[in-house]
Structures are given as structure tokens and as C-alpha cells.
């Protein structure tokens, strides 16, 4: 009930094209969800976040649109670029009562082509 | 946010020999964990670091493995012990900060680790 099921494993798009990754989880106690980005050699980055509260976040090219009743979840990265070619990551956790261990998807791997 | 940084940044070692990586953040922080991450993997917990307490360790790690220490609210070390070809991983330490409403967490850039 802990897992985050993270799809696809990797992805490769067009430069200017939409990338879409997608997350699904199983524990409703669940109330905060970011998502990290990867590069090769580099500590994850906080890309953007969301609470169940809002259905979709957008910050510049990265929007999270989020389904509570589905419990799933998706990173959107518009006008993709060559530079976002990463690994990504989402991720989930409660707050309530303090500081929750985080539980990490398994990663998609982006690759843009130009 | 909060900049994190690791040393060594990598390390190449004989099995058997121990390695300590230290972590440095630039602001007090409530909470900092260690993680280790393997090649093309996913991020997989090791231990939480409590400041002036022993760390709590999560299933599949032990103290005398990895031992860990926090003497302050900015800084903590990992030790891998007794090293093998198996420890040769990537390791991050990662902190929370608390913020207005949900403490975000960052990462380190990650100590790689090559055991021979």
C-alpha cells in the first residue's frame, strides 16, 4: 500500500513536443506529492509539488494535474526541450503529525530529441 | 531551498576498507536522511539522522554497516563499513526544511561510491 507506480519507464519525444509521465498510488493518507528531477551525475532537484487539494499546479513548462478519486497523478512538460532530457521522479508522502517518509516511483527516464 | 554539499563527491575503494562521506547543509535543518541509489534505480532510504541520538535505520540496514552520525542541525556523516563490490552505489543525503505549511525535502549531489 506504500508503493508509487511510476509509467513508462522511459521516454523519448520530440523536441517541442509534450512529455507525460504518469504516477499512481494506493495510500489515501497520502496528502503531498512532488516530483524530482534527475540529471546524469547530479542529487535530484525539486522540480514542482502538489496537495490533493487542487486538481493541476503549473509552474513555467511543468504542470502536475492530479485525480484524487483515480489516485493518480502526472507530470506534463510542455514545448519540451533537448535540456530536459533527465530522469524523473515522483513522489509521495503524508504531513499530518510531522515529517512522513517520503515514497519514491522507479524513474522515467526522458530523452528529447531535436 | 537549501544547498547541500557532499564530500568525497566519488571515491574509488578495496573491499574490506571503510569510506565516511560527509554532509554539510548551509541553514539548520529540521530532519536530513541518507540515501543510497544504485545505477538506473530508484532512490532507497538507509537511515534517518537524528541530531545527538543514535540514527533510526530502516529494513535491510544496520548500525554497524552504515554507521551514521549528526553532532549538530547542519551536518552529518555516513560510514559505509567493511566494504564490497555490493556497497558500490551512489549516496545522498537529503534534508528537510520546514516550511509554511510541508517541509520540502532536497538532495545532496550524491557521493559515488566504486568498490574494487
Known amino acids: 500500500q506504500q508503493q508509487v507506480k511510476q509509467s513508462p519507464q522511459s521516454l523519448i519525444v520530440q523536441k517541442g513536443g509534450i512529455s507525460i509521465i504518469n504516477c499512481a498510488y494506493e495510500?489515501?493518507?497520502?496528502?503531498?506529492f512532488p516530483w524530482y528531477q534527475q540529471f546524469p551525475g547530479k542529487g535530484p532537484a525539486l522540480l514542482i509539488a502538489?496537495?490533493?487539494?487542487?486538481s493541476e499546479k503549473k509552474e513555467g513548462r511543468f504542470t502536475i494535474s492530479f485525480n484524487k478519486s483515480a489516485k493518480q497523478f502526472s507530470l506534463h512538460i510542455m514545448d519540451s526541450q533537448p535540456g530536459d532530457s533527465a530522469t524523473y521522479f515522483c513522489a509521495a508522502r503524508k504531513t499530518p503529525g510531522g515529517y512522513q517518509k517520503v515514497t519514491f516511483g522507479t524513474g522515467t527516464k526522458l530523452q528529447v530529441i531535436p | 531551498s537549501a544547498v547541500i554539499s557532499q564530500k568525497p563527491s566519488r571515491d574509488i575503494c578495496q573491499r574490506g576498507t571503510s569510506l565516511t562521506i560527509q554532509c554539510q547543509v548551509d541553514?539548520?535543518?529540521?530532519?536530513m536522511f541518507w540515501y543510497r541509489q544504485q545505477p538506473g534505480q530508484s532512490l532507497t532510504l538507509i537511515a534517518t539522522?537524528?541530531?545527538?541520538?543514535?540514527?533510526?535505520?530502516e529494513s535491510g540496514f544496520v548500525i554497524d554497516k552504515f554507521p551514521i552520525s549528526r553532532p549538530n542541525l547542519t551536518f552529518s556523516t555516513l560510514t559505509v563499513s567493511n566494504m564490497s563490490p555490493e556497497d558500490s552505489s551512489i549516496y545522498l543525503c537529503?534534508?528537510?526544511?520546514?516550511?509554511?505549511?510541508?517541509?520540502?525535502?532536497?538532495f545532496g549531489p550524491g557521493t559515488r561510491l566504486t568498490v574494487t
Open positions: 502538489i496537495r490533493p487539494d487542487v
Open positions: 537529503s534534508v528537510v526544511k520546514q516550511g509554511p505549511e510541508v517541509g520540502e525535502q532536497y
Open positions: 539522522a537524528n541530531q545527538g541520538s543514535e540514527a533510526t535505520y
Open positions: 541553514s539548520q535543518v529540521t530532519m
Open positions: 495510500n489515501t493518507a497520502f496528502d503531498y
